[in-house]
């Protein structure tokens, strides 16, 4: 059985990285402490290197927007944690014969770097990451190319577990997979179609997963 993954704000607390990436750059630079809800807000739903000629700007410094970039991805590897029980719950899923996926949108330096310093990288058949193959979720042929590369067919049906509704929920149902939804603290907003299945987070979307027949 297939069940593919989104990334940030699922599998790792991207939020929290951000934050403490932020204050820490703050610090570096000896900038106002304004400057980091600058940069939570710039960056809070995605960052791209061309996001870093405006930041730049903003916060009044003259670097390089691809130095920045390169600091800022150098930096965020290192801020970011899985959530509990992320890692241990994907082994034990991998352990039951379940082939895993990574469907992430975002640039590939920074999606790649953040797997490999969470330790995940290694627990995945597959990765696909929306930059690196010009199609971003909810795309149907991101999900396809996700469950190519685990060897596996969206025809043969699979889940996809993720924090967004629109791009991870909405683009796997419309792509034949089933969904489950992690809460991390948020409500599902109401007038939406809902998933599959509900869950606080990605400790009990594994639970789930681990009651499904492989
Ligand atoms: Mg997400």
Not at 97 to 109: F, P, R, V
């Amino acid at each position: 059985m297939l069940a593919l993954f989104d990334l940030d704000n699922t599998l790792i607390d991207r939020s929290a990285g951000l934050e403490h990436w932020a204050r820490g750059f703050v610090r570096s630079r000896s900038l106002p402490q304004e400057a980091e809800t600058v940069i939570c807000d710039r960056l809070r739903d995605r960052a791209h290197p061309q996001d870093f000629v405006g930041l730049g700007a903003a916060l009044g410094l003259s670097d390089d927007p691809g130095n920045l970039w390169h600091e800022y991805v150098d930096g965020i590897a290192r801020s970011v944690r899985c959530f509990p029980g992320a890692r241990e719950g994907l082994e034990a899923l991998r352990g039951a014969g379940w082939a895993l996926g990574i469907a992430t949108n975002g640039a590939g330096d920074i999606q790649r770097a953040k797997l490999a310093a969470a330790g995940l990288a290694p627990l995945f058949d597959g990765i696909c990451v929306s930059g690196e193959l010009g199609v971003r979720k909810p795309e149907r042929r991101l999900f396809e190319a996700a469950a190519a590369e685990c060897g596996a067919s969206l025809s043969a049906g699979g889940w996809m577990v993720g924090d967004n509704p629109e791009t991870d929920m909405g683009g796997a149902r419309a792509a034949g997979l089933r969904t489950l939804w992690v809460a991390n603290g948020r409500e599902w907003a109401d007038g939406l179609r809902e998933p599959d299945v509900m869950v606080p987070g990605i400790a009990e979307a594994i639970e789930v997963l681990q009651g499904k027949t492989v």
